[in-house]
């Protein structure tokens, strides 16, 4: 080939090479293009080895050339590569698209237990009467548990109620917490008076679970310790209480009863809020006797450093399990811990 | 507690009904959880004398009573023959009501006989636990043609109270008429607590010493000689089983009666079986043995006190007796025991041995320090109608 040809040759394949890179579709094509323009067997490699027959000041003005085409096209493929490569992604990227429009699948909606529900409502209560919430630990030792509540070892109350006992070495005469009333002595121990306090919590008995008892239950209790604090304070917030939880028209009464720490202590029955106090199967009589109170005793004042002759106080406890089986007319405790989704269902999220 | 209505009645002579009275007494603190009537399924038995008794012309073990009631001579059909003629017995004539049977009495034939009712057992009145045989009826105390119920004061209803550990007072007849007394303004009547004494002096009979007087500040002790094993008056026996308490005989019935009735628990022991005869309250060495009436071999602890003779263990003090000095039948001679023993001590061996019994249960609630002369008094002559009995009393 004489140069003119070559130099011809050489402007052909510039323009040829540019056209296949820019209509190769894929990376597959792009690739035989490069081979096909830019390869040994090319036309642009026959040119190269041809300028070797050239006289040498044609030679270095036709391989400048050749270079110059090699560079532009081998910007080309790499323009259209990269080009392809975006492509391919965005491909990619399409192809596995979430449907963002679909509608989500739903699962099993929870609801809140009927003890939360009913504990939630009487502590709730008396937050709002100015109360505040306190927790001791379920495993107690003797002293919180009884002797500062005034049951002594030898008190016949220690035989009232049977215990269950936790065995950790080391430390003796530890069990389960048999009333939340050891709330009120940690409470009082920890701060001065006046002590307005609310404290829910589980307690253990041992006791065969029947249909109106658990041996793993939940109380609510109450203490109260402040200057001139009496007896119609203790009705005043129990009928409150009572109307917060059954209605507006409920009437309390109280029958002498007896707990240790308390002096004196009562029994507090309440209307039914059922048949409004004429007696239905809900109430036998009319009456539902719900939970027991008391001024709290002045010993247990004095076990906890209060000075008993300045400050008076008053206490009371009731269990929710029985509120609740009262509240939703549940035929049987127990179904309260069987966790039967059946029975949970029906008390709905709220 | 259970308490019947009539026997209340005795110490706080009120007129209300059981419903008013409970009513009353409840907001004051005497937890009546049920008002019962044992005896309301009983109606229309009445006291009839056995005029003769022969043998069932059909039967080997059946027999035929002709009685005499209040309006006539009626027969009948009986499956035992405890009776004989000249006794009383109660009889449920057709149309009358019997605790245990659900229908009314009826005229029935037997064998080819006609029988009339039946004659009543003291079960089958729910008076006693016993089956044994026909209930055969005190003359002094009822006559033919009396109403059985009204006779033996069978009509009345009976508190079954809940009684809390504050108030050890309504462990005893007494202690709930006391309230009852006060919530409705009767009189309260006194404790008749006269003895009829004999004359010898009571430090021959017996002595007693208290070596641990913290446990035991106060002991009362009675003899009474020449005491007789027969049963109670039906009236007693139905109190006692009214109140959960099975009647056994007049010797311990008198204990249980005065212990229900003033709430001060006693003892009785065979006065012939106490060696010295004399009473040691003291504390129990380490190791020491008793036999209790469970038949149960205590081992006992220096923390037990022990009532003892002048020789060896006799009772587990305030908690149960001992076997070697339990009244029997041969017992002529008895020894009662009404004490005062200090709550804790009893609480605890009680709880330790996990031995509760009504004493027990009185004592760790804590007992009337002054009432255990009385009632000594009132289980020494404990059922009047009967005739009383001659005693002597030591006391330390």
Sequence with gaps: MDPSELLRTLETERAHGRDLFASAASLEELDAANTAVLGRKSRLGEVQRALGTLEEARRRELGKAVNEVRAELAAALEARRNALTVDAESALLAAD????????????????????????????????????????????????N?????????????????????????????LLRTETSAVQIRTMQSQPPPVYIVAPGRVYRRET????????????????????ITFADLKGTLEAMAQGLFGEDRKIRFTPSYFPFVEPGAQIGVTCFRCGGVGCPTCGNGWIELLG????????????GYDSERYTGFAFGLGIERVAILKYEIPDMRLLIEGDVRFLERFGAA | ???????????APTDLGAEQLAEILIPRGVLIEAVECPWEGLDGVVVVRVLEVRDHPNSD???????????????????????????LVPWAPPGARVPVLTEPLATRRVRGVDSNGMLCSPRELAISQDHSGILILDQEELRVGDDLKRGLGLDEAVFDIEVEPNRPDFLSVYGVAREAAAAT??????????????????????????????????????AVRGVAHRPSPLGVQARLTACGVRPIDAVVDATNYAMLETGQPMHAFDLDRLAGPGIVVRKASDGERLLTLDDVERTLTTKDLLICDAEKPVALAGVMGGRTSEVSEETADVLLESAYFARSGVLLTARRFDLHTEASHRFERGTDPEACSGAAARSATPFRPRGRRRCSTASG
């Excluded at chain 1, 215990?163 to 430390?171: A, C, E, F, Q």
């Design chain 2, 185 to 222: 303004g009767v009189k309260l009547v006194p404790l008749d607590t006269s003895v009829d004494e004999m004359t010898d002096a009571v430090a021959d009979a017996v002595t007693v010493r208290i070596d641990d007087p913290a446990g035991c500040p106060r002991y009362v002790a009675r």
């Design chain 1, 97 to 144: 698209a979430i449907d963002m429009t679909l509608p989500g699948r739903r699962g099993p909606e929870g609801s809140v237990h009927p003890l939360t529900l009913v504990e939630d409502e009487i502590v709730g209560l008396f937050l709002r009467l100015g109360y505040r919430v306190a927790e001791g630990p379920e495993i107690e030792d003797d002293w919180h």
């Design chain 1, 209 to 228: 679970p029947d249909a109106t008892h658990l041996a793993v239950f939940h109380q609510v209790e109450a203490l109260v310790v402040d200057e001139g």
């Design chain 1, 146 to 174: 009884f002797q500062a509540l005034n049951i002594p070892e030898d008190h016949p109350a220690r035989t009232m109620k049977d215990s269950l006992y936790v065995s950790i070495p080391g430390h003796p005469e530890l």
């Design chain 2, 1 to 11: 507690m259970r308490v019947p209505l009539t026997w209340l009645r005795e110490f």
């Design chain 1, 293 to 304: 109170a008391g001024m709290v005793h002045p010993k247990v004042l004095e076990n906890c």
């Design chain 2, 61 to 87: 073990k059946l027999c035929v009573a002709r009685i005499q009631h209040g309006s006539g001579e009626a027969e009948l059909v009986v499956g035992v023959r405890n009776m004989a003629p000249g006794d």
